[in-house]
């Protein structure tokens, strides 16, 4: 079986310095600290936003919507062991992120654990057959076996009913890496010794948490 890894490159540009936050956070509630970390999250403010996550995680440490932002933060950061950690510690708190739990599994399988990717999404299982998050894994899973037909079919098929766009461009970008390289035939070795696996997948960044619990 090939190696899984995320990808060093990330294709993503330098960020920009952080800034100094401009609002006082000190009254504020979690819920309030979360939605100023997501506004910073797409300013590009990342380091603002992981300190605004961290003081909504003191406020109301039973809430895991927090520890889901800062797992995708930290994934974009090309940080995946600490991502797993937040992501994990979201689904804890709260299983019903069904969202954090697609992208929990993408870290796993992307690093390489197949197996343990395939348990995180065990629980899609009882969804509708419809579902796209069902259709999405089952897709992830027929590449994990190299049946790139089947795997191509599916996410198609999920990507169609999927209303999470950044969930949606990384199964664009899975179905790019199949398409290269099928009709089936080894992987390409380069010089470095790495495969062109069209399992080599980038995590993008995942700022949409809010259509977690209706994301149908």
Known sequence: MLTLALSQNMGLSRMKPSRKLSTSSSELDAAELTHLAIKAMRGGRDEDALRLLQRAIERDPKDGNPHHLRGAILAYQNEPAKAIEAMTQALALNPELTGARFQLGMLHFTNGNVSEAQSVWQTFDELDPGHPLRLLKTGMLHLARDEFEDCVT??????????????????????????????????????????????HVMLTRYDQTTDDKNDA
């Open 154 to 199: 599916m996410l198609e098929q999920g990507i169609s009913l999927c209303s999470l766009a950044s969930i949606n461009k990384d199964m664009r970008r899975v179905i790019e890496k199949v398409r290269a390289v099928v009709p089936a035939k080894p992987p390409e070795v380069h010089k470095s010794g790495e495969r062109n696996d069209p399992r």
